[in-house]
């Protein structure tokens, strides 16, 4: 575990807090629904907010003050509404620990506690963001509450690296094929609940509209019999995640019907991946991050049959807005 | 007022509650939208959530207890993921407030406490849904935290049906136009933030995705730039909503961009509507049923440009699911 969470850890464990608020935009977003789905589940007395970064600054909660602790991130340090939000939630008195990869970074200079964490090819898993994130909720539910996992979290992580590069290699030739077949789609939805929302939302948002310009929404297993189902005829594309919390059943529910009534329908299930090293009971926590590799293999592959690389952008970084 | 919500508010008044959970599907949810974002931005000390019915029973969040309020919606009362969370949250000890429009429902059978709530034509709108969900949130601000706007939000929703009406009229003659310029299209989003998002979330969903095929995603005006833009062109519909709250920034910021790099940009501002009779503190938390009311007449123009009544359903009340 890298010294910043545990730094971090130290100065949380001495704070009286109540509350928890995660803030962040897009792809950085998108990790800490599993982060609120975890406090959901686990913790008996902190309350669990998630916000994206501008909404935070204009909503003001009115619950956010000095016993609130607010975990932010974002990857350059440089989104302009996270520094905002970071500024915003000190001067309301919150302590703010800020996830990103430059430690130089303007959401460095402005947040209490920084944790630095890794990226790229050579990096540790258990070092990256999303393991980064778990650390820090499962730290804090050890520390105020006394919860059991923290340890267990850790270990899984340490050992994930291996496994997820074995769940790529198993899912290579189903990404290509996926690429092959889907590479001509004008939309392709994604499904999820529980701890793997997130995900299917990364993957709408980011890596199908921002990085191929396929037009998407991530649907909610649970929402989707009660209206967007009715749009489901044998050529939709949808994606489904099939993950190890206890939500599974309502994404085992969708599953039946999209595979009844479709026939465009992508299957990722984290149970065909071999976990041995993540310990049972946070398997549910773990199996996104499973997921959300296999599904940037997919969207390499995507991004390959149509010429149309993951760095393209039209306005991202390249016009004011 | 409904005496029912009264004799609720009465027993929410007694009772020492810290938490309140929102919990409906699709439709009957969207309404709760607003009334989480009531409780971040008004409530110091209540802590609120908002789930779908099925993923609220298979999470089983831990903070669930005799001191929550669980307050549940379902039209017909029949929806059986809710049916089941009613049960459910009072198996755990909460109170349970559920609305609904039939007294004899499962929903009603198994809820602590019912609320029938009017609908239809001839009925007085301080007693729909939308309405109950405002009162029964500000009835509790009220008598828990001393919050002042109860009697504000109660006169102003007795003076909504009118305004409503005119806002109607006012904008018949542009339903009927984005009716006949927007009927073959594919895809059409909708966007918003705060207050409003919730409503954003029903047209894309009921309106568009199960009673007309058309195939949708709300988006959250704050996330838009931190992935959905890039999927924008001149040929992509987007809805936009503008309402009063605080969030108000976001969505200006939105349709700026919208409007300067898209040409089939939709706009509803709620502030093209005489409001008067709304009291000035609370037409955030009001815009949003002006915005309905005025989206449900678009898409009723759009269902019969299509020739496709907003009743048609493939799979709903029709297949096992």
Not at 43 to 54: K, P, V
Not at 101 to 117: A, R, W
Not at 140 to 148: C, S
């Amino acid at each position: 575990m890298l010294a910043d969470v545990q730094k971090a850890l130290d100065v949380i464990k001495q704070r009286e807090l109540d509350r928890v608020f995660f803030v962040a935009c897009g792809g950085s977003s998108s990790l800490m629904y599993t982060s609120q789905y975890v406090m959901d589940r686990e913790s008996t007395a902190i309350d669990a907010y998630l916000y994206s970064s501008n909404e935070f600054v204009h909503c003001s909660p009115k619950k956010l003050n000095e016993k609130s602790l607010v975990i932010l991130c974002s990857h350059y340090g440089k989104t302009p509404e996270t520094v905002e939000a970071a500024r915003f939630a000190r001067e309301k008195g919150a302590l703010t620990v800020s996830l990103t990869f430059d430690p130089e970074s303007p959401l460095s200079q402005v947040s209490e506690h920084v944790i630095v964490y890794e990226d790229g090819k050579n990096s540790d898993f258990a070092n990256e963001s999303p393991a980064v994130m778990l650390e820090l909720v499962f730290g804090l539910l050890a520390a105020r509450e006394g919860n059991g996992k923290f340890n267990e979290i850790v270990s899984s992580l340490e050992n994930l690296r291996p496994i997820l590069n074995k769940a790529k290699e198993k899912t290579l030739a189903d990404a290509k094929a996926f690429a092959d077949s889907y590479k001509s789609e004008k939309i392709i939805y994604t499904m999820a609940s529980g701890a793997n929302y997130g995900i299917a939302y990364w993957f709408a948002i980011c890596l199908l509209m921002e990085m191929q310009w396929i037009h998407s929404h991530a649907l909610h297993a649970g929402e989707y019999f009660h209206g967007p189902f009715e749009v489901l005829d044998e050529d939709v594309p949808i994606i489904q995640l099939l993950g190890l919390d206890e939500t599974r059943p309502l994404e085992e529910r969708s599953l039946e019907f999209t595979q009844r009534y479709g026939k465009r329908i992508i299957v990722l299930d984290a149970k065909d991946f071999d976990l041995t090293g993540v310990a049972e009971r946070v398997q549910g926590y773990i199996a996104p991050l499973v997921l959300q590799a296999v599904l940037r293999q997919y969207a390499e592959e995507l991004a390959t049959a149509r010429q149309h690389p993951l760095s393209t952008r039209r306005y991202m970084w390249k016009v004011a807005y």
